[in-house]
């Protein structure tokens, strides 16, 4: 494993953010955007993040949108996440479940062996997800982690 660094620019969203609730609960966010996207007829504009806001249960579901809109539905906020000039990160294949806990644990001790410091909120980008693949073995994700 190696460390990738790279700047990321300012992301328009459509985004739920929920302190208290599970890991696994936040594809039902996502399902939300989803719909309210559709019905709004606003087109997606890359894949869906999944941000960790500290080192505990306090998430936000993120979809990338071409264009603002207002929705009604309360939880949903539309908002601009912003840019980053560096960004650790990382590629995982395969099932999150399964392996992907150790893989971001062995590239945060890299980056401390390296005396790399990061710091709260980083990023999940669902490259291929159950949504596009239901092969849970295909899966692509971008784990990113903002460096100070």
């Given at each position: 494993?190696?460390?990738?660094?790279?700047?990321?620019k300012?992301?328009?969203?459509?985004?739920?953010?929920?302190?208290?609730?599970?890991?696994?609960?936040?594809?039902?966010?996502?399902?939300?955007?989803?719909?309210?996207l559709?019905?709004?007829?606003?087109?997606?504009?890359?894949?869906?993040?999944?941000?960790?806001?500290?080192n505990?249960n306090y998430?936000e579901?993120?979809?990338?949108?071409?264009?603002?809109y207002?929705?009604d539905?309360?939880?949903?906020?539309?908002?601009?996440?912003?840019s980053?000039?560096k960004?650790?990160?990382?590629i995982?294949?395969?099932?999150?479940?399964?392996?992907?806990?150790?893989?971001i644990?062995?590239?945060?001790?890299?980056?401390?062996?390296?005396?790399?410091?990061?710091h709260y909120?980083?990023r999940e980008?669902?490259?291929?997800?159950?949504?596009?693949?239901p092969n849970?073995?295909?899966?692509?994700?971008e784990?990113?982690f903002?460096?100070?």
């Open positions: 494993m190696e460390i990738l660094i790279k700047e990321i300012p992301i328009l969203v459509a985004s739920i953010k929920e302190a208290g609730k599970k890991y696994e609960d936040f594809q039902q966010y996502f399902n939300i955007i989803y719909k309210d559709t019905y709004y007829k606003i087109k997606e504009s890359g894949n869906s993040i999944l941000i960790k806001h500290n505990s998430f579901a993120c979809v990338p949108i071409e264009r603002k207002i929705s539905h309360p939880k949903i906020e539309i908002k601009i996440l912003p980053v000039k960004m650790a990160y990382f995982h294949k395969g099932p999150l479940e399964k392996t992907a806990s150790t893989h644990d062995n590239f945060l001790k890299l980056l401390k062996e390296n005396h790399i410091k990061y909120p980083h980008i669902y490259i291929s997800s159950k949504r596009e693949n849970w073995f295909s899966f692509v994700t784990f990113q903002p460096l100070e």
